[in-house]
């Protein structure tokens, strides 16, 4: 019997620089997804658009966005790298889901409101409609299995209510995805404030460690991290959030256990630690820095790459919303 192999996809936005929370959280699992399913991954170029931007900079952004997703280790030639608003079937798909998804569950969503309160005088109703569009961009492909952090696991449910909610108006219709959250490091803290998420949009730059970040400003970043005045490197998400978190980032770019590094340091203080971590994040960044400047200069490549990836999305997405379309009465010629 032939086996049937599982879709994944995974988006990232072109915001701003990536950081070590996007790269821990998604990114740096694509490489070996790719072995086992088949993968999509997208520059989220159209969610991108919900807090403003400025042309030029969302241009170049995704251009980089796409050389960085190859310098992790994706291939195109096995998975389906594209640009989202390439594939037009996007929009079309999220306007049909609107008219399945209530005004009350958008205003309930943690990150519009946590977005609406930072761009208080930009609350567009796109930042609202967010979960709806990633909703479609998951449903289009017929996807099993969504790898993203824990800060999407609320839009991840909503995708996933929104798929049963068509599939129980009509007859099946989309397959309802799972996410696949990493086992450590589903939400990665930032280093001045441990309550908050690292974010590429984090007010103080020190709290988020960028991807290209160089070697002297990662050190420093972590030499600044907020800890606490025990001096025992100790994993204790509770107490101990800033030293869990940087224990975990640790742990992610040196493939050793919790227990190996808690070993490692004891009996060390924090200043011996944080600069194992610096250490470690800087010296893993530097091959995929090295990659990603070497992509980018070759920018007649990755435009062939995102034409092909969106030739091809847009093959499976049209097929989708063809059957969409035809459950709700869509005339078609
Ligand atoms: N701190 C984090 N820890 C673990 N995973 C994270 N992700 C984001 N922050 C962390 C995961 O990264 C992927 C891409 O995220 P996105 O571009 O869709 O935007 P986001 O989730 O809104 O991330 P940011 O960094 O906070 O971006 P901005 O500041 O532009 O809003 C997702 O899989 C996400 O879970």
């Not at 086992?36 to 170029?45: G, K, L, Q, V, W």
């Not at 291939?75 to 306007?95: D, F, G, M, R, T």
């Not at 490549?301 to 379309?325: C, F, H, I, N």
Request: charged letters at 25%; glycine letters at 6%.
């Amino acid at each position: 019997m032939e086996e049937i192999i599982k879709t994944l996809y995974s988006g990232v936005q072109p915001t701003n620089n990536l950081t070590i929370g996007n790269y821990i959280g998604t990114l740096r699992s694509w490489r070996g997804l790719q072995e086992n399913y088949n993968c999509i991954f997208a520059a989220a170029n159209m969610h991108a658009i919900t807090v403003r931007q400025n042309p030029a900079e969302l241009r170049q952004k995704t251009l980089s966005l796409v050389a960085l997703f190859l310098a992790c280790g994706v291939n195109p030639q096995k998975s389906i790298v594209y640009v989202q608003s390439h594939v037009p079937a996007h929009a079309e798909l999220c306007w049909a889901l609107n008219t399945f998804t209530y005004v009350g569950e958008m205003e309930r969503m943690t990150q519009y409101k946590d977005k609406s309160s930072r761009h208080a005088d930009n609350i567009n109703m796109g930042l609202m409609d967010y979960p709806v569009l990633m909703a479609a961009d998951i449903l289009l492909y017929q996807t099993d299995l969504v790898p993203v952090g824990l800060d999407q696991r609320q839009h991840l449910e909503i995708a996933r209510d929104i798929a049963v909610r068509f599939n129980n108006a009509y007859t099946p219709t989309f397959t309802v995805p799972e996410g696949l959250y990493p086992k450590m490091g589903a939400k990665i803290a930032d280093l001045q404030d441990p309550a908050k998420k690292m974010s590429k949009s984090a007010e103080n730059p020190n709290g988020a460690v960028f991807l290209s970040d160089d070697k002297d400003t990662v050190m420093r970043k972590f030499k600044r991290a907020v800890t606490d005045s025990e001096n025992a490197v100790k994993y204790n998400p509770e107490s101990k959030a800033g030293v869990s978190n940087l224990l975990t980032v640790y742990c992610a770019f040196s493939g050793k256990s919790l227990e190996e590094a808690e070993k490692e340091f004891e009996g060390k203080g924090y200043g011996d630690f944080k600069l194992a971590v610096g250490e470690t994040v800087a010296d893993s960044l530097a091959p995929m820095q090295a990659e990603h400047k070497r992509l980018l200069a070759d920018k007649a490549y990755l435009e062939s790459v995102m034409a092909d990836g969106a030739d091809k999305a847009e093959k499976l997405a049209r097929k989708t919303l063809s059957k969409v379309y035809k459950k709700i009465g869509f005339y078609q010629i």
